[in-house]
């Protein structure tokens, strides 16, 4: 295997690079705190070409791959953002971008995507239903036929970005569950503007990832169109899986910023922080241990995440890969980020040194979006070929 990269790729890197440290600690510090959403530094990266880094050239887009759009977030997270800069690539490029550019129609692909890639084109994806959770074949928001479009009624919680979306993927039902053979059937996805008539949100106060609103969704008689199905009628749950499965990669590429991030200023306050005598702290072995550990996994995370990325770009089944990737990247974060901590002591409890925020953000990513016990039983029933557990 060649782990070299392409001048392309060394290209996008530095670029990346650059706007990450364009917008640094400072600059998310302050959003954090006023909980304001990141339009500055999502506005440089689509004027960069970033956003539209995986999609079609002739939409706009670079017509690179999964794997460019991974290097270029672990950049853009370890110069200060951290994961939650993650979640805008969830929302644009994967939810809108993955979803339209792979299964939208010819007059979706002319309507949105150009948009989509200069930054103009915001999108949020309704999914999590609060009976549900975890278990998105168990949905029970439903869309009723009516004439040649349906009336959508349900309600979901926990959808990012509400408020500064243009443009919201729903996953909905068209046939019941009773009334299908098996529950992957009868799901389709819907593409709606979030303040069509009958959609109202409210927001959920959470415990980090403030520059991005969390809220519950609310869909009361909604009416649909054709033209607002994304794919085919009743068979959404492939493209879904691959609107997730993407997802991952995305949020893989975001812990390993963060880990590196948290690592650095850990190590950067650790050699000159001084206790007892002229040794720097950071010459204990009891600090520099689990900081090495949380290095060792975050790497480890890093590489499975390219190859995950670089067999989508090929075509071929990614999703193993993708979930191993954003288990081990989940499990090092929360170790780097508490480490780090640890490291300043006061310090890093103090908002000013920004690995409190870090930490606070990444811990979202030990159960979203998807939980570490869900991924334990991907592994063993497909990976292992053990019974289904649940």
Same mark, same amino acid.
């Given at each position: ?291 090495? !550990? %949380?290095?060792? +996994?975050?790497?480890? *995370? #890093?590489? @499975?995440?390219?190859?995950? $990325?670089?067999?989508?770009?090929? =075509? ?7 979930? !191993? %990737?954003?288990? +081990?990247?989940?499990? *090092? #974060?929360? @170790?780097?980020?508490?480490? $780090?901590?640890?490291?300043?002591? =006061? ?44």
């Amino acid at each position: 295997m060649d782990f070299s990269l392409s001048d392309e790729q060394r290209m996008v890197v530095e670029t990346a690079r650059r706007i990450g440290e364009r917008f640094g600690p400072a600059y998310w510090r302050d959003l954090d705190a006023r909980k304001a959403y990141p339009a500055d530094a999502w506005a440089a990266i689509c004027e960069a070409g970033l956003c539209g880094i995986a999609l079609p050239e002739e939409y706009g887009g670079a017509g690179l791959g999964m794997l460019e759009m991974a290097l270029a977030i672990e950049q853009l997270t370890v110069g200060g953002a951290g994961a939650t800069l993650a979640q805008m690539f969830m929302l644009n490029p994967i939810f809108g971008g993955v979803s339209i550019a792979r299964f939208g129609t010819p007059a979706q692909k002319r309507e949105l995507l150009p948009g989509l890639v200069a930054g103009k084109a915001t999108f949020c994806m309704a999914l999590t239903e609060p009976d549900a959770g975890t278990n998105s074949l168990d949905i029970r928001s439903f869309a009723r036929a009516e004439g040649k479009g349906w009336r959508l009624n349900g309600r979901k919680v926990w959808i990012t970005a509400v408020p500064q979306a243009s443009r919201m993927l729903v996953v909905a039902r068209t046939a019941r569950i009773e009334e299908v053979r098996r529950k992957t059937e009868g799901i389709t996805l819907f593409l709606i503007e979030p303040d069509r008539p009958g959609v109202t949100h409210s927001p959920i106060e959470k415990l980090g990832t403030h520059t991005l609103p969390s809220s519950s969704v609310f869909f009361d008689e909604v009416r649909l169109e054709a033209e607002d199905v994304v794919g085919e009628v009743g068979q959404g749950w492939p493209a879904l899986l691959e609107v997730l499965n993407t997802e991952r990669i995305v949020t893989t590429a975001g812990l390993v910023g963060t880990v590196r991030l948290a690592t650095r200023l850990a190590v950067n306050y650790a050699a000159t922080r001084k206790v007892f005598g002229d040794r720097p702290i950071g010459a204990y072995q009891g600090l520099q241990f689990p900081l090495a !550990q %949380a290095h060792a +996994l975050s790497e480890a *995370a #890093a590489l @499975l995440n390219h190859k995950a $990325a670089a067999l989508c770009d090929r =075509g071929l089944p990614y999703g193993s890969e993708a979930n !191993q %990737a954003k288990l +081990l990247a989940a499990q *090092a #974060a929360a @170790l780097a980020t508490e480490r $780090a901590m640890q490291t300043m002591g =006061g310090m890093g409890y103090a908002k000013e040194f920004d690995v409190e925020r870090l930490w606070r953000d990444a811990r979202l990513f030990r159960f979203a979006p998807v939980s570490e016990e869900m991924i334990l039983n991907f592994i063993a029933q497909h990976d292992l070929g053990m019974p289904r557990s649940y």
